[in-house]
């Protein structure tokens, strides 16, 4: 069965600081995978994607994210925070291309002090 | 206008009432989707309409009834809700097809409270 875990609701870090947030999958296919960001009452915003290219993947707004195929990984990662990085960020997989089905991580609410 | 949007942004109905949400995409995409957003709950997909013909239906209660009359255009109506369905509902299209990875571009969302 495919899914997607995203292994912390909630990440808190101070401004200036790195970012990690942590998603890994499981499926019998080869993956693509997306990392999407919800600001407060916004829609989602597409931050990068992997679909079989470069294993580190570069985004915008300074993330990227790492695919591990031996670990079945896609962590999102940020060298310093900032405020406006505040928000939901969901982890997203899909394991066919021609296919309409997506499968959503529950979600990391990331928090930056100030 | 650039992209998904959706209208209206926020919306309260009384249990009895009919509305309806709208959305439009800008991006000459060929698939679109309802999604709904309940506080801490995942993302639910609810419809998918693949070149104008719905291709899935999540078990949706028919009090949502679903339209796609082109490819640019969906809406969702929505007749004798219960409190439960307030959520933000979210619009998305993609581009479907054996080449694409079904990279989803989502619209801001129409915030709905039933009372």
């Known amino acids: 069965a495919q899914s997607v875990t995203q292994l912390d609701s909630h990440v808190s870090v101070s401004e200036g600081t790195p970012v990690l947030l942590r998603c890994n999958y499981s499926s019998s296919y080869s993956p693509s995978l997306f990392w999407y960001v919800q600001h407060p009452n916004k829609g989602l915003q597409l931050l990068l994607k992997?679909?079989?290219?470069?294993?580190l993947v570069k985004g915008i707004n300074g993330f990227e994210a790492e695919f591990k195929k031996s670990e079945t990984s896609f962590h999102l990662t940020k060298p310093s925070a900032h405020m406006s990085d505040a928000a939901e960020y969901f982890c997203?997989?899909?394991?066919?291309?021609?296919?309409?089905?997506?499968?959503f991580g529950t979600g990391t609410r990331l928090t930056v002090i100030p | 206008e650039t992209g998904v949007t959706q209208t209206p942004r926020h919306l309260v109905m009384g249990m009895t009432n009919k509305k309806s949400l709208k959305c439009e995409q800008h991006l000459g995409h060929n698939a679109m989707y309802w999604y709904k957003q309940s506080a801490k709950k995942p993302l639910e997909l609810m419809f998918v309409?693949?070149?104008?013909?719905?291709?899935e239906n999540n078990s949706v209660p028919s009090r949502f009834s679903p339209e796609c009359p082109n490819s640019s255009h969906l809406f969702l109506h929505l007749h004798t809700l219960q409190p439960e369905d307030s959520a933000l509902y979210l619009c998305?299209?993609?581009?479907?097809?054996?080449?694409?990875?079904?990279?989803?571009?989502f619209g801001p969302g129409t915030r709905l409270t039933v009372l």
């Open positions: 997203v997989v899909t394991f066919s291309t021609g296919a309409n089905n997506l499968f």
């Open positions: 309409y693949n070149f104008k013909e719905q291709t």
């Open positions: 998305a299209s993609s581009q479907f097809g054996q080449s694409s990875y079904n990279e989803q571009f």
């Open positions: 992997y679909t079989s290219a470069a294993t």
